[in-house]
C-alpha cells in the first residue's frame, strides 16, 4: 500500500512526491466487514478519491473512463512490481 501512496494521482498526477496519494480499492468484493482486495488498489488524490465516492466519476471522465484509467493504472503497478521480483530473484 505503501507503494500506491507514493505514487501521483492517476487521474490528475498531483500527489505522490510532496502530499502522498490515498490507496483507493476499485474492485474485489466489498462490504461490511469485507476488504477488497490489495491488488486492485490505485493511487487518488484527495480531491479525486473524494469526486469518486462522491458521484463515481471524477471531472470531465464517465464512470466507465475513469474505471478504465484505474485498470490501466493497476496494469502498470502489477508489472512493475513483477519486474521487481524477477530482479531480485536473478
Keep these: 500500500m505503501q507503494a500506491v501512496r507514493a505514487r501521483p494521482c492517476c487521474i490528475c498526477r498531483h500527489g505522490g512526491g510532496g502530499e502522498p496519494s490515498e490507496a483507493h480499492h ?3 468484493s466489498r462490504g461490511t466487514g469485507i476488504k477488497a482486495a490489495d491488488a486492485f488498489t490505485v493511487p487518488l488524490c484527495h480531491f479525486c478519491h473524494s469526486s469518486w465516492h462522491n458521484s463515481a466519476r471524477v471531472g470531465e471522465l464517465t464512470k466507465e473512463q475513469t ?3 484505474f485498470w490501466r493504472e493497476c496494469a502498470e503497478i502489477l508489472i512493475e512490481r513483477l519486474t521487481i ?6
Design 26 to 28: 476499485f474492485a474485489g
Design 67 to 69: 474505471l478504465a484509467v
Design 85 to 90: 521480483e524477477i530482479d531480485v530473484e536473478q
